[in-house]
């Protein structure tokens, strides 16, 4: 865990923090060979904060450093994809499954995020939705998942994402609720219960399933390859906007994971076009088991696999 003031002074190569007005005046009037370096060294920063935006007391950050602790209740679906449009969502350093080809999971998450200060107890703001695609994939020869698409409808969720490579864009996720009562209102949480999720964004319907539960699981079906994502932070500087500033594929560490409350059973599964959307190009071949259940965990850290820390 870092503390606030923790290397104010050493913004490198992957700082996002901007000039200003003034500083892109002067950068625009001044070369680069006539910079007096005093002006261009970053002095040690006196705001506080984990994320943007700093601040004097380091409370209006939109995220707070880790822990991360969450638990959520997921619906979720089985499918295949074809082999060529699972492999050219593929980034480079990554390769199909060749005992897998096009196998993934849509996943819809209702989430409650807290850090350390038990942040659940105000909902409007710990509370959020989710829905992701991850496609099986080889890293090095070993299996891995990886997350090609993700969307949430929480600042703080699409920052978090971003931070540890997740490419997460806002959009609104439901999924259908079951609560501990009967009622002609609710599904039962055991055979034959019929579960909804569905994925809008910019007012057009991306994605939609539907399950119907037939007998417990021990686990999530999802859950069984570590996730990869890639950290890309580009350059705003002319000339240089394929050259990135943070470029590096990490793998996701689930700290204390634990799941319960499994269901599996039928599904389908509907991906829809949309302007400056991809996800349908996934095009769904057919779809295996749908599923349900609850799970949780706490992020402290990241595995970089390549890049300057990887390790």
Not at 179 to 193: I, K, N, T, Y
Request: glycine residues 10%; negative net charge; aromatic residues 10%.
């Amino acid at each position: 865990m870092s503390d606030a003031n923790t290397g104010r002074g050493e913004i490198g190569r992957r700082s996002l923090i901007a000039g200003g007005i003034a500083a892109v005046t002067t950068a625009a009037v001044v070369s680069p060979a006539a910079a007096d370096p005093a002006t261009t060294t970053q002095p040690t920063e006196k705001l506080l904060g984990y994320s943007l935006p700093l601040s004097a007391k380091g409370t209006a950050n939109i995220v707070s450093e880790p822990p991360w602790h969450y638990a959520g209740d997921v619906v979720g679906v089985e499918f295949w994809t074809t082999p060529t449009a699972a492999e050219a969502a593929l980034p480079a350093g990554l390769t199909p499954d060749p005992n897998t080809s096009g196998h993934a999971y849509a996943l819809f998450i209702d989430w409650q995020f807290s850090g350390s200060h038990q942040e659940y107890l105000d909902p409007v703001r710990s509370q959020y939705s989710e829905f992701l695609v991850l496609l099986d994939a080889q890293f090095q020869g070993r299996p891995v998942a990886w997350c090609p698409f993700i969307w949430v409808d929480n600042d703080a969720a699409l920052a978090r994402g971003w931070f540890q490579g997740f490419p997460k864009k806002l959009g609104a996720i439901r999924q259908t609720r079951a609560f501990s009562v009967p009622g002609q209102a609710s599904p039962v949480v055991g055979p034959g219960g019929q579960f909804g999720a569905s994925l809008s964004a910019a007012g057009r319907r991306l994605a939609e399933a539907q399950i119907t539960l037939q007998s417990p699981s021990s686990t999530l079906p999802a859950l069984g390859r570590p996730i990869v994502n890639l950290r890309h932070f580009p350059r705003l500087i002319a000339g240089q906007y394929d050259n990135p500033d943070v470029h590096e594929l990490t793998q996701s560490v689930l700290d204390t994971p634990v799941v319960g409350n499994n269901w599996t059973g039928t599904s389908t599964l509907n991906f829809f076009a949309a302007p400056g959307e991809e996800l349908a190009d996934l095009t769904i071949v057919r779809t295996g088991a749908g599923f349900r259940g609850s799970l949780s965990y706490t992020v402290t850290t990241l595995k970089m696999l390549t890049g300057p820390d990887a390790g």
